[in-house]
């Protein structure tokens, strides 16, 4: 072997470790800077905002009546009536009708309002119909056929009444007072009060109608029988109501 290739092996062989060395501490400045930087994004501080004391507010006795008594808040009836309404709708069918076989009612009251200051009361509602009916989709000279059907539909009504009262609500109204300038100050007072809902009960209601045809037309080849596309109802709806209201009571602590 010459004396040059001997040379280039010692030479291979001393640089290979230097190489493998320079290798093993980049990893490890690169692991180094990976942990660093990871220990950057999860470094997370809890600090304490704020804290301090609430100091203890004095109280004093606000007795709503007088003393020597027990109070209850109870419903209190303040009014009940009955109203009388008298209504009238028409109904048009998209088929001949040979007759109204029956008919379920539901009274739904939507509003019943109690203006403040006045005995005003504002009531509406509707009233539910099912109607069912028999058909003639069918005629011929033997006769008429049919099906027995459904039509749903809803009657409005509104009113209103002066009532009287058998215990006054409990209604306070809220203060308002101006600013008045002082120099450089300002001196106000509002008062506010929040008062007790009044509520409106149904006790019962009563419900009397009439049914008119209209659009009536005979069925050809029969003699006597007629069907009708129209129908004109008259009501009269008989409803008594309750109003009510949660008012503090004074009880004297000896009664029974």
């Known amino acids: ?29 690169t692991e180094v800077d990976e942990a660093s930087r990871g220990g950057q994004e999860e470094e997370c501080d809890s600090i304490l905002i704020s804290s301090k004391n609430i100091p203890e507010c004095k109280n004093e006795p606000d007795e709503p009546c007088c003393s020597d008594v027990s109070y209850i808040n109870v419903p209190v ?56 009916y028999a058909s003639a989709r069918c005629q011929s000279s033997k006769g008429t056929s049919g099906n027995i059907r459904y039509l749903t539909y809803i009657v409005p009504f ?48 009563k419900i009397n ?15 006597g029988q007629d069907c009708f596309y129209k129908m004109r109802e008259k009501i009269v709806l008989n409803l008594h109501l309750r109003l009510m209201q949660n008012q503090v009571v004074c009880m004297n602590k000896g009664a029974n």
């Open 1 to 29: 072997m010459s004396s040059k290739s001997k040379r280039s092996e010692e030479l291979n062989v001393k640089e290979e470790p230097n190489l493998t060395v320079n290798i093993l501490e980049d990893n490890e400045n």
């Open 158 to 205: 509104e009113c209103t009444t002066e009532i009287s009262y058998i215990n006054p609500p409990e209604i306070k109204t809220n203060k308002e007072q101006k600013f008045i300038p002082l120099e450089y100050h300002f001196v106000c007072e509002d008062k506010g009060y929040f008062n007790q809902n009044i509520i409106c009960e149904i006790l019962r209601y």
């Open 77 to 132: 009836v303040i009014s009940q009536f009955k109203i009388c309404l008298q209504l009238e709708n028409s109904v048009r069918f998209c088929e001949p009708v040979v007759c109204i076989k029956g008919s379920k009612k539901t009274l739904q009251l939507k509003e019943c309002k109690l203006i403040p200051g006045t005995k005003k009361v504002f009531i509406r509602g509707v009233i539910k119909k099912v109607l069912e």
């Open 209 to 223: 109608e009439l049914m008119c045809r209209e659009d009536v037309v005979p069925v050809e080849n029969i003699k």
